[in-house]
């Protein structure tokens, strides 16, 4: 089976379903710590699962014969700032948990999610290569730079086959706006087809990498799916699709909602953005195993705006 954690979560409500897709329902495990959240995995299995809870993974693990984890449990940018050492404690324990019992348990592959925040504010912020200095400033992101090394360490010295992406701000109609620094570009278009004016917690430049959970989601399985030896990254690979500010996704949704108005009134997370590149060189996913993307941002709007309105959550 495949088992994901986290599967409540803006990324894992729509990779469960294309999981789903690929392995059949009675293959795939989806879990989360939120039982409120799990009626809407009605296409395979579901259970309550506590990413902390190393017994109850475990036993889950032997009891539905994992051969998978996708593990994308995180408490992201924006809410770590107010909780850090939970942060920390989520993001970081979980993750050694699972790659130690890939190794115990001989898993097949594991997936976990990186992202840009590991990035900080003397990386280069534009074209940010795939190695450069990365002195991240959130806890958020100083999680991710410290799993990538781990990531790497249980492939080289164990050879368990974690497979990772610095995703750039996703963004879904299928998920609310969460804890992250870049769901400001989530929010905008319920204020847009809601006829509400726009409060932006960014200003109007503030340049950020994104990215259309359809293309997140090819990403994650062109990956997954790749030959092992077409992955020469075992920290986590660059992945990048557009880039754009406040006021460009603005102006996109204004196109098809002339009325639509917007103010910028920048508050903490202004700090975590401005550390962050304005766009990624992911050259290497291109390379080793074929990445492409294919959304750009007015494809993106055209797209939400079509399915929003009539999308039940
Ligand atoms: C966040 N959406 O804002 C996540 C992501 C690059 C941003 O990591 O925390």
Same mark, same amino acid.
């Given at each position: 089976? &495949?088992?994901?954690?986290?599967?409540?979560?803006?990324?894992?409500?729509?990779?469960?379903?294309?999981?789903?897709?690929?392995?059949?329902?009675?293959? &795939?495990?989806?879990?989360?710590?939120?039982?409120?959240?799990?009626?809407?995995?009605?296409?395979?299995?579901?259970?309550?699962?506590?990413?902390?809870?190393?017994?109850?993974?475990?036993?889950?693990?032997?009891?539905?014969?994992?051969?998978?984890? /996708?593990?994308?449990?995180?408490?992201?940018?924006?809410?770590?700032?107010?909780?850090?050492?939970?942060?920390?404690?989520?993001?970081?324990?979980?993750?050694?948990?699972?790659?130690?019992?890939?190794?115990?348990?001989?898993?097949?592959?594991? *997936?976990?999610?990186?992202?840009?925040?590991?990035?900080?504010?003397?990386?280069?912020?534009?074209?940010?290569?795939?190695?450069?200095?990365?002195?991240?400033?959130?806890?958020?992101?100083?999680?991710?730079?410290?799993?990538?090394?781990?990531?790497? *360490?249980?492939?080289?010295?164990?050879?368990?086959? &974690?497979?990772?992406?610095?995703?750039?701000?996703?963004?879904?109609?299928?998920?609310?706006?969460?804890?992250?620094?870049?769901? *400001?570009?989530?929010?905008?278009?319920?204020?847009?087809?809601?006829?509400?004016?726009? &409060?932006?917690?960014?200003?109007?430049?503030?340049?950020?990498?994104?990215?259309?959970?359809?293309?997140?989601?090819?990403?994650?399985?062109?990956?997954?799916?790749?030959?092992?030896?077409?992955?020469?990254?075992?920290?986590? /690979?660059?992945?990048?699709?557009? #880039?754009?500010?406040?006021?460009?996704? /603005?102006?996109?949704?204004?196109?098809? *909602?002339?009325?639509?108005?917007? #103010?910028?009134?920048?508050?903490?997370?202004?700090?975590?953005?401005?550390?962050?590149?304005?766009?990624?060189?992911?050259?290497?996913?291109?390379?080793?195993?074929?990445?492409?993307?294919?959304?750009?941002?007015?494809?993106?709007?055209?797209?939400?705006?079509?399915?929003?309105?009539?999308?039940?959550?």
């Amino acid at each position: 089976s &495949v088992l994901i954690i986290g599967a409540a979560g803006q990324l894992g409500s729509e990779l469960t379903q294309e999981l789903a897709n690929i392995y059949g329902g009675e293959n &795939v495990i989806a879990t989360d710590i939120n039982p409120q959240a799990l009626y809407k995995f009605d296409y395979c299995k579901s259970m309550v699962l506590d990413a902390m809870d190393k017994n109850a993974v475990s036993k889950l693990v032997k009891e539905e014969n994992v051969k998978q984890i /996708y593990h994308l449990a995180a408490v992201l940018s924006a809410t770590g700032e107010k909780n850090p050492l939970f942060a920390w404690q989520l993001n970081m324990d979980s993750l050694l948990f699972i790659l130690e019992l890939a190794k115990e348990e001989k898993l097949d592959k594991i *997936y976990w999610p990186s992202s840009i925040a590991v990035f900080g504010p003397n990386t280069p912020k534009v074209n940010t290569p795939q190695y450069c200095v990365k002195e991240p400033n959130t806890v958020y992101g100083i999680s991710k730079q410290a799993g990538e090394r781990w990531c790497e *360490y249980y492939f080289q010295k164990f050879g368990v086959d &974690v497979r990772s992406l610095r995703y750039p701000g996703l963004i879904g109609y299928k998920s609310l706006p969460g804890g992250g620094t870049t769901d *400001y570009a989530v929010d905008i278009y319920h204020k847009a087809i809601a006829g509400e004016h726009f &409060v932006s917690f960014l200003n109007e430049n503030t340049y950020l990498p994104m990215m259309y959970m359809p293309d997140a989601i090819k990403a994650t399985i062109d990956l997954m799916h790749a030959p092992k030896e077409k992955v020469k990254i075992r920290s986590s /690979y660059n992945l990048a699709a557009i #880039s754009f500010s406040p006021k460009e996704i /603005y102006e996109s949704i204004k196109q098809h *909602y002339p009325e639509f108005t917007i #103010s910028y009134s920048p508050d903490f997370r202004q700090g975590i953005a401005d550390s962050w590149p304005d766009s990624i060189d992911d050259s290497r996913a291109r390379e080793d195993w074929g990445w492409d993307h294919a959304y750009d941002l007015s494809k993106m709007t055209e797209d939400i705006l079509k399915h929003l309105p009539s999308y039940s959550f």
